[in-house]
C-alpha cells in the first residue's frame, strides 16, 4: 500500500535543506521506474523475539557505494532491533536499493520493491526513545500510524531534532559514514529519488557479549 509522506515533506534545495516535520513514509507514492526484479519473501507476522538485550549486535552492510558498519540500539528498540537482525540474516535486503536520498537530510532504503511502498508484510509497533536524530543515527520509516514500521530504514546525514521520539531510532553508524555521504550525494530526480541508485549487497550480523 502506498501512501504519502507525513505532513508534506520539503525540501529547499539551495544554501539550506528545509528538514520536514515529518519523514520517511514508509512509503512514497510509486514511482514509474522499475522496483527490485529479485522476488522476496513476505511474513505474517513479526518475528519471534531472538535478540538478547544484553549483547551487542553490530551489522555490516556492504553496498555497491562501500561498507557502512552500524551499532544495533536492543535495549532502546529490542522488536526494531530483533526486526531487522532476522531480515538480515533471511537475505531479504540483498539487492534493495536506497530509493531516497536528500543531502543535508537523510538516505533511505530498505523496502524490497524499490518504490518507497514495500515492506515484509507485518507492522512494528512504536519504540520511541531518547535517542537523537543526529548525524549517522539509523532510524525506522513509517507511514502516519505511528505503529506502521516494517523493513525500511533511515540513515541521518545531518541532524533533525523534530524526528526526536516521533520516530523509532534504533542503531548509529560507527563507521562508514563516507559511504552516506556517497548515497546522500547521489544526483537525483523525481521523488529525491537516485537516478543511479546504490544497493545493498549484503549485510551481516555480528552478536558479542557486551563488555563489562
Known amino acids: 500500500m502506498n501512501t504519502k509522506l507525513m505532513n508534506g515533506l520539503t525540501v529547499a534545495r539551495g ?19 522499475e522496483g527490485q526484479k529479485k522476488e522476496r519473501k513476505t511474513y505474517d507476522r513479526e518475528p519471534e523475539m531472538k535478540i538478547d538485550q544484553n549483547k551487542v549486535y553490530v551489522a555490516r552492510v556492504e553496498t555497491t557505494a562501500g561498507p557502512i558498519v552500524l551499532e544495533l540500539y536492543p535495549k532502546q528498540a529490542p522488536h526494531h532491533v530483533n526486526s531487522f537482525v532476522f531480515l ?24 524490497p520493491t524499490g518504490t518507497g511502498g514495500g515492506g515484509p508484510g507485518y507492522k512494528l509497533k512504536a519504540e520511541f526513545n531518547e535517542t537523537k536524530h543526529v548525524r549517522g543515527v539509523l532510524s525506522a520509516a513509517r507511514t502516519p500510524d505511528p505503529n506502521s514500521a516494517g523493513s525500511q530504514f533511515f540513515l541521518m546525514h545531518g541532524e533533525a531534532p523534530h524526528l526526536d521520539r516521533q520516530y523509532t531510532a534504533y542503531g548509529k553508524v560507527v563507521e562508514g559514514m563516507e559511504t552516506v555521504d556517497k548515497i546522500a550525494q547521489a544526483p537525483t530526480g523525481e521523488g529525491d529519488r537516485p537516478t543511479n541508485p546504490v544497493s545493498i549487497k549484503s549485510i551481516k550480523i555480528e552478536e558479542k557479549a557486551a563488555s563489562k
Request: charged share 10%; glycine share 12%.
Open 15 to 33: 544554501a539550506t535543506v528545509a528538514l520536514a516535520l515529518a519523514l520517511l513514509a514508509a512509503a512514497l507514492p510509486a514511482l514509474s521506474q
Open 88 to 111: 538480515a540474516k533471511e537475505g531479504f535486503y540483498d539487492g534493495v536499493i536506497f530509493h531516497r536520498v536528500i543531502p543535508g537530510f537523510m538516505v533511505q532504503g530498505g523496502d
